[in-house]
């Protein structure tokens, strides 16, 4: 069974800094890219970073660059989303997507960031 769990949303101040997780099962991790989305309320869902599968290429949105990282750990099945100077149009809900060459693609359920002073 495919799972993709995401964890280490919560609530953060303007400037804080979150890590979030996605641990993934049931599929060969390696094999596929990762990526991060997020969803605002009342706007589309939009691609944050993503990573390939041997960790050599990342993207970034232009909103992020700078502030996130995106990494991963193909020993734990996990990736990372480190978030740094989180600004207030951070607030949202952020996905974890897995996809390979074959365009077969997984979804998590997501974690809610929220970012308030």
């Known amino acids: 069974q495919v799972q993709l769990v995401e964890s280490g949303g919560g609530l953060v101040q303007p400037g804080g800094s979150l890590r979030l997780s996605c641990a993934a099962s049931?599929?060969?991790?390696?094999?596929?890219?990762m990526s991060w989305y997020r969803q605002a309320p009342g706007k589309e869902r939009e691609l944050v970073a993503s990573?390939?599968?041997?960790?050599?290429?990342?993207y970034y949105a232009d909103s992020v660059k700078g502030r996130f990282t995106i990494s991963r750990d193909n020993a734990k099945n996990t990736v990372y989303l480190q978030m740094n100077r989180l600004k207030l149009e951070d607030t949202a809900v952020y996905y974890c997507?897995?996809?390979?060459?074959?365009?077969?693609?997984?979804w998590g359920k997501g974690t809610l960031v929220t970012v308030s002073s």
């Open positions: 049931g599929f060969t991790f390696n094999r596929y890219a």
């Open positions: 990573i390939g599968s041997s960790d050599s290429s990342t």
């Open positions: 997507k897995a996809i390979n060459d074959l365009k077969v693609d997984y």
